[in-house]
Nanobody, 124 residues
Framework: QVQLVESGGGLVQAGGSLSLSCAVS????????MGWFRQAPGKEREFVGV????????YYADSVKGRFTISRDNAKNTVYLQMNSLKFEDTAVYYC?????????????????WGKGTPVTVFS
């Protein structure tokens, strides 16, 4: 059973930075592309970014491009989301996701595994 556990969420002032982590257990980490999604209050879940299983390729939503960076440490079975220049509209619950296909995550298809989420609140 593959499990994804996010951590690192919290309160941050607008313009600040926050780093999220997602630890994966129960599977072969290097078999999965890893993605981040978010869901703001009253809104649908949306794609944030994805990193390929090798870490070679990354793709981001336009709303976070240039501000957010996804990385992964295959030795630690962990994927990270570094968020800089945070805005109020980045407030959301952030979810980690895993799938064998980068394209599935990027297109928000039927992603195989999900974490339970970690909340991020940006205040001004």
């Amino acid at each position: 059973q593959v499990q994804l556990v996010e951590s690192g969420g919290g309160l941050v002032q607008a313009g600040g930075s926050l780093s999220l982590s997602c630890a994966v257990s129960g599977g072969t980490f290097t078999s999965y592309a890893m993605g981040w999604f978010r869901q703001a209050p009253g809104k649908e879940r949306e794609f944030v970014g994805v990193i390929s299983y090798s870490g070679t390729n990354t793709y981001y939503a336009d709303s976070v491009k240039g501000r957010f960076t996804i990385s992964r440490d295959n030795a630690k079975n962990t994927v990270y989301l570094q968020m800089n220049s945070l805005k109020f509209e980045d407030t959301a619950v952030y979810y980690c996701a895993a799938d064998s296909s980068t394209a599935t995550i990027r297109s928000f298809g039927v992603v195989k595994y999900w974490g339970k989420g970690t909340p991020v609140t940006v205040f001004s």
